[in-house]
């Protein structure tokens, strides 16, 4: 399927090492942090979330970490392997008036590729 | 198992022409979105819906129209009013709790003929 985001910033890693995927956030508001990962003409998979009152949350090798004085996410892959190449984007959740829950804002999202 | 179906995988429209994109989902959530996908940009949110027969207008609701009748359904149309509509179209839906993720379908594609 086509690519969505061909202008993305891009990361290749060599396959076994280590990944690390940045994301900066707007508002100061948002309370809830999401990242997915999204390949190519697929829906986006949920991979990790983390609540601002936190700043790490480890999941089956990934680890995000929140930095929120300076409104900074990131998003560590150990051990990438081929099936890790993927566009991976962070999402900013905030609460809103009438939504009910959070209103997520998108990043466009980082194409990481696993050489082999 | 459980998840987000949305169908058809590809879509064509003619001018003029309205279009339905479906989305099923049996996760039991109480909320469902509509996102539109442009290359080189975030997802922007078309309409979302908290609850069965209620539904509120995104940030990009112009040329497009839902219904939420079912608490399984929400389904997009397309209309000819929307002079843009090449994108790729993702259908969410989450419980509608505060810090729950939304999750995805896999999507449909729609072109202009």
């Known amino acids: ?116 | 198992d459980g998840g987000i179906t949305q169908s058809p995988k590809y879509l064509f429209r003619k001018e003029g022409q309205n279009v339905t994109l479906s989305c099923e989902q049996n996760l039991n959530h109480d909320a469902m979105y509509w996102y539109r996908q442009d290359p080189g940009q975030g997802l922007r949110l078309i309409y979302y819906s908290q609850i069965v027969n209620d539904f509120q207008k995104g940030d990009i609701a112009e040329g497009y129209s839902v219904s939420r009748e079912k608490k399984e359904s929400f389904p997009l149309t397309v209309t000819s009013a929307q002079k843009n509509p090449t994108a790729f179209y993702l259908c969410a839906s989450s419980e509608g709790r505060a810090n729950q993720p939304q999750h995805f379908g896999d999507g449909t594609r729609l072109s202009i003929l």
């Open chain 1, 1 to 116: 399927g086509e690519s969505v985001g061909l202008h993305l910033p891009t990361l290749s890693v060599q396959e076994g090492d280590n990944s690390i995927i940045n994301c900066a956030y707007s508002n100061s508001a948002s309370d809830y942090f999401i990242w997915y990962k999204q390949e190519s003409g697929k829906g986006p998979q949920f991979i990790i979330d983390i609540r601002s009152n936190m700043d790490k949350r480890q999941g089956q090798r990934v680890t995000v970490l929140l930095n929120k004085t300076v409104k900074h996410l990131s998003l560590q892959i150990a051990a990438t392997q081929p099936g890790d190449s993927a566009v991976y984007f962070c999402a900013e959740g905030r609460p809103e008036t009438n939504f009910g829950n959070e209103k997520l804002t998108f990043g466009t999202g980082t194409r990481l590729t696993i050489i082999p």
